[in-house]
Every structure is written in C-alpha cells, then in structure tokens.
C-alpha cells in the first residue's frame, strides 16, 4: 500500500497485488518511554507482519491492560484493547468465531501470570490457533511499581519495599505444566535476531504459540536483565534444527545448548534454571489437538457425538 491511497479495509487493488512494507503495519505514534524495550517488540511484529504479507484486515491484536498493552493502538490492523488479564478470552472468542483471522494476542506479566493466570493455563490447554507474546518486564509498569509474580526475589518495589518476599514464578515452567501444551518459547527484545525468528515460528505454529519475551522497563525495573544485557556469555540459546534459527546470532552469544524442542521433560529441565537466562524454542507439538478443530468436528446426531467425545477422553486417559 505504500505510496498509494490504499486503507486499511478498502484497497482496490486485489491482495496478491498489493505491495505491503513496514510503514503500512504501523498505527499511532507508540507513547511508552524512551527505552523502553516494547518498542523493540513493536518493530520485530510490525516487520513480521510485513514479510508473511499478512492483510492487515484480517490481522487482529487483543491485549489486557497495562504500558504492554497498548500494543493493538500501534498497529495497523484490527484491534482489542480490553481488560486486565482478559486477553485470553476475548481472543478465544475472536478465534473461534474468525478462525480465519490471524489472531496475536499481547499481555504483560501482570496480566498474563497473575490476574489473568487461570486463563492463560485453560487457553493453553484449548491450544486454539494464537500467537501469544508475554511482554514480561517483571513489574506493574503502567500503575508504577507494583510487585508482579515475575519480580525477583528481593527486589524492592512501591508495593514490597523491602524486596519481593516470594521467588518468582516461572512462566515457562507453568506453561510446560499445562496438559496440551503446543509451544513455549522465549526471547529477548534486547537481541532483536532472536526475538524475529522466535515471533516468525511462533506465527508458523498453528496451536497456542507462547513466547515469553523479557523486557526491559528503564523506569521501573531498571536493573534486572543489566547483567544478560552487557554479557552475553551470561546467556545460553537452545539450537536444534527445528528450533528457533540462531545462526544470525553469529559469535555475539557463544553459549550454545543443542536441545531437542519435541523433548517435552528435556524442556522443563532447561526451563527450570534460573541462574542464566536461556533463550530458544523450549517445545513444540505440532500435533496437539486445537479445540476449534476438535469442536467442529463434523458430528450430527447424539450417539455420533458421544462416540467422538469418548474417543477424546480416551486419547487423554492415561
Ligand atoms: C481488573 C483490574 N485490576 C487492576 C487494574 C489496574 N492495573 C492496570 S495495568 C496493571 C498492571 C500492569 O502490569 P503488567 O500486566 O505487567 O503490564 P505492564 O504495564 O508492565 O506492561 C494493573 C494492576 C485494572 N486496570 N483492572
Ligand atoms: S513504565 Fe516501563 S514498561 Fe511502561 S512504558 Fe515506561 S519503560 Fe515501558
Ligand atoms: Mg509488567
């Protein structure tokens, strides 16, 4: 559309024609802080968007509420700028009465891990078709220095100040908990390489594709990924050939774990340290069921529909 007076939603030329770049994914000027590692975020989806040509009016971004969540207002697509901690839902819905929208869901930690905690562990195990960034900067950022579940122990905060009484909770290894798991991934907006190429097999992973992305908040938790930032040696990637493609990453990040994503107990080995950060596709399963396609299945009367849900229940009985 660049160049042409081609909007949103009523562009005369037809959609194999239209050349889409960058500049035309992006909505209104982004007003989070100088710094502030959403934006690092922002430019990776908006040049994602660009190179899967995805149209923007079939594209959708639902968010809760927080400096995370203003992300829908950024873009030039559809959007839902909703509730605190009820992403989730309103992208369910979406999906299900849209499945053929391309659905991307944004949450901050606070949404995502506690507020919104028992709908992240139920859409995780629905695995609907969605794309689902956790912009985790370890803090309430837009209602100014709250602890989160992710704030580490000891860090002081408005709410805690004499440091976070608890040790955090790792949404990698709630996720990897969750039966019907289909993806966790995570990624850093500081290494802009990595964060691309885990958002483009996040966006390829038909199921619920979870990244976990850390983010930096300058104002608020200024301090806490300081260490992984300025050495990289403090940071491990998982390489596997299906994994995320490290290769750009060069010599910048030596540190290098060869893991297996279909590895399912191998990953919540590697997602429970939590002395170094480790960056990568955590697990896959392509083959978990999504529950779009397990409710529409085809089914009519009663009896055909009660041989369908014990063959469910069976697939899932140990
Ligand atoms: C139901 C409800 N409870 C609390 C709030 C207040 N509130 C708004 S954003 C927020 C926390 C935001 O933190 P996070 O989700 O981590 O996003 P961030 O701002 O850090 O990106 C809270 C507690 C609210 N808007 N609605
Ligand atoms: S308060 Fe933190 S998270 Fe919010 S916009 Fe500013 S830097 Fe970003
Ligand atoms: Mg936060």
Redesign the pocket.
Known sequence: MSGSDCSLLDCGAPEADRVLDVGDYAGGAARWCPGCGDHSVLSSVQRLLADERLAPERTMFVSG?????RFPHYMRTYGFHG???RALPVATGVKLERPDLDVFVVM????CCS?GAGHWIHATRYNMDLTVLL?D?A?????KDQT?PTTPQGFATKTQPRGSWLPPLNPLTVALGVSNVSFVAQTAEWVPAHLYETLKRAYHHKGFAFVRILQRCPVWTPTIFQKAVKDATTVEVLVHDDGVPAAELGRSFPNRVVHDPRDLDGARRLAEVTDRIRLGLFYVNPDAPRYEETRALPVHTVGERMRVLDAELDRHAV
């Open positions: 509420i927080g400096c995370s969540s509730l605190h901690g901050g930690d606070g949404d507020i912009l900067n803090i309430y950022g837009l209602t989160s």
